[in-house]
């Protein structure tokens, strides 16, 4: 698994990459420009929300918003990565915090209308992931959405199959989203799963 170092020296070549792999419909990102432009209309549909991205890299999806007027805020613990970001959006507010212990204490009184994240959480094993959503959900504005784009699964069995077809660069350190086991963690949410590509899905989280 990358640590933040691993990211900076990723992050220069990070968009080139990214996008390869999504032009050759090849896993880990067949569908990733689909999955950025379905959240990005999700969130267009309201009008000047604020929106916290975690593991917004290089801020592919979030200077859209940014420039589209929306209050950004940001975690990402790669410096690299806030450095790219910062240069594309000055006035975003972008904190350095590993989320895997939670959200930075800026952030404690603050509330959004959208928390989304893209190809990040799989850096959470999947009890961290439920943990994690779960003290997300504290975040939320009344009518909040946690939106969650990723290397998903609506099932185990897609994913084992998905996992079969790319075994030469499978990351097996990655722990991917399986919809069917998250929502089974999940029981006090209302949750959706919208597939994208045959390894990418998108996840929505409502306060039910
Ligand atoms: C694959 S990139 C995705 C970037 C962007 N969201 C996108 O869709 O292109 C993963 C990002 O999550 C960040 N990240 C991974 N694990 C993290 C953690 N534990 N805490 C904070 N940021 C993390 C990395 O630094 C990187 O910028």
Known sequence: MLDNKGFDLWADG???????????NEYPFAGYKDVLNTIYNIVYKKDKAKVLDIGFGTGVLTKKL?????????????QRMIDIAREKMPSAKLIQYDFSSGLPTELENEEFDYIISTYAMHHLDDEDKSRFINKLGKHLSKDGIIIIGDIAFETRELLEQCRKRFLDYWDDEEVYFVFDELKESLPNWDISFTTISYCAGIIQIRKQ
Request: aromatic letters at 20%; hydrophobic letters at 20%; glycine letters at 8%.
């Open 66 to 78: 940014y420039d589209d007027g929306y209050e950004i805020y940001g975690i990402d613990f790669s």
């Open 14 to 24: 990070y968009d080139k990459s990214v996008q390869l792999s999504h032009e050759e």
